[in-house]
């Protein structure tokens, strides 16, 4: 049953007025204004892009998994996704994808998750809630919002595959990302981006192995 | 002392309503559905340390699973079980929808007015919660995604879902035995994806009682929680006693 939206974006790279590269296990803060276009592209295939939105003003609104699964009556993520905030508001709006699914419930891995997930020993393993906090002590634009852990909630898994059955079980399965996909939204708010390039070395779906991710911004997408 | 299913407290909270408080480790709380159809939309918070909370990601990535039911256990992002669901009567409960909303209520059922309408005005589970968490110093940073015990929700292949209308019968239960002194913060408003037509939120009974040895043992058939309780019972060290 194909149910993936792929929709190819027009936008052109050179025209992006930012263009970075996220080095596998590192974290990454930018401010997208209200009618910017983001891209995020998986350079070498199956890395889970852990991503959170806070309202670039006041970070007590943000991305709300619950809100957003509740709004458009579906678990993932794709093409015409609105991702929507715990006031309800849309905060993003999924324009181009051509990976076709992204997950919303996976969450971030974390020091403890970690051992429960796999073992006590790995606790001292990198992690991607070391990536937040790390972002929130170090990014001027997570101090002017005087942000914290109590702000971090459940995030989107850009490129990841996390497939819920009808009986109610969840499953981590292969990815279907590729070398060069991407998903790309308009940003419906001032927004706050706040990444972590998952360093998960743990789960098969990245083959062990975490990626490089690339990331562009575009003022407008009328380019 | 290690007396089991000692009653300690009971009390009904009538649907549309909320609820907090403490429940200690050793402690089992049962919640009844009184009359069929009720939600309990729950979170949970370390009573010592409040930015410690539930967290529905760790919850079900440990346990491979989408929903809850008896055998699970419920984490916190800390690695570590706030309560075992020790017994089960409903089989199903949605951890993924969160909470309604003003908005979602009146657009559903209407405008009802305190002024008009007094006690029987229609309320919405994001402001039951934000009153009970503003009890103890938490407020709109602190809501998650919750669970929302009594509702089944589920998805097909395309991630698309549907609520399951008359799932709880009237008397079903589920018990939380805790392992962690928890803040439970509770709203019997509707499940935000209720088909009813009507606004009618069920009671939900609330009866304390303490933890019997073989309902403590309930969780440990999965390995990860094994591991879960292993990092709590850390935080709790024995005084006086051998490991």
């Not at chain 1, 942000?147 to 292969?174: A, H, Q």
């Not at chain 2, 998805?155 to 018990?175: I, W």
Request: glycine residues 8%.
């Amino acid at each position: 049953m194909n149910t993936f939206q792929l929709i190819e974006s027009q936008l052109n790279p050179d025209a992006a007025i930012i263009d970075e590269i996220c080095a596998a296990g590192e974290p990454w803060v930018k401010i997208v204004k209200q009618g910017q276009i983001f891209r995020i592209v998986d350079l070498e295939g199956n890395q889970a892009v852990d991503t959170l939105f806070f309202n670039a003003n006041h970070a007590w609104e943000r991305y709300s998994v619950a809100d957003t699964i509740r709004a458009q009556n579906k678990l993932y993520l794709t093409t015409g996704s609105k991702l929507c905030s715990n006031f309800g508001n849309v905060m993003l709006t999924i324009t181009a994808d051509t990976c076709g699914r992204h997950d919303t419930l996976g969450g971030a891995c974390s020091a403890e998750s970690n051992t429960v997930r796999y073992a006590l020993e790995k606790y001292p393993m990198h992690s991607c809630r070391d990536n937040f906090l790390h972002a929130l002590a170090h990014e001027t634009a997570c101090g002017h919002l005087d942000m914290s852990k109590r702000d971090i909630p459940s995030n989107i898994n850009f490129f990841m595959n996390v497939p819920v059955t009808e009986d109610g079980r969840l499953e981590f399965v292969d990815g279907i990302s590729a070398p060069g996909k991407y998903v790309e939204m308009r940003a419906e708010m001032d927004v706050l981006v706040l990444i972590s390039n998952c360093p998960q070395l743990n789960n098969p779906c990245n083959a062990y192995n975490p990626t490089p991710i690339r990331l562009l911004v575009w003022e407008t997408s009328a380019s | 002392m290690n007396q089991e299913n000692i009653s300690l407290w009971e009390e009904p909270i009538p649907g549309g309503c909320h609820w907090s408080g403490i429940l200690r480790r050793g402690i089992t709380l049962r919640l009844a559905d009184v009359s069929g159809n009720a939600n309990a939309a729950v979170l949970f918070f370390n009573q010592e340390e409040k930015l410690e909370r539930y967290n529905m990601a760790d919850t079900l990535k440990a346990q491979h699973t989408f929903h809850l039911t008896r055998g699970h256990a419920c984490y916190s992002d800390m690695g570590r079980i706030f309560c075992c669901i020790t017994a089960d009567t409903v089989g199903w409960h949605d951890t993924v929808c969160g909470l309604s909303d003003r908005t979602l209520i009146q657009q559903k059922y209407g405008i009802t007015r305190y002024q008009e309408h007094r006690n029987q005005m229609y309320r919405n589970g994001l402001d039951g919660m934000l009153i009970e968490l503003g009890k103890w110093g938490l407020g709109m940073r602190d809501i998650v995604a919750n669970i929302n015990f009594f509702s089944k929700v589920t998805a097909n292949d395309a991630g698309e879902l549907t609520f399951h209308r008359n799932h709880s019968k009237a008397g079903s239960y589920v018990d939380l035995s805790f392992e962690m002194d928890t803040l439970v913060v509770l709203s019997t408003a509707p499940h935000p994806l209720d088909t009813n037509t009507t606004y009618q939120p069920g009671t939900v009974h609330l009866a304390a009682f303490t933890t019997s040895s073989a309902a403590a043992s309930e969780c440990k058939q999965i390995a990860e929680n094994l591991r879960g309780l292993h990092n709590t019972h850390r935080f709790y060290p024995p005084c006086g006693g051998a490991l």
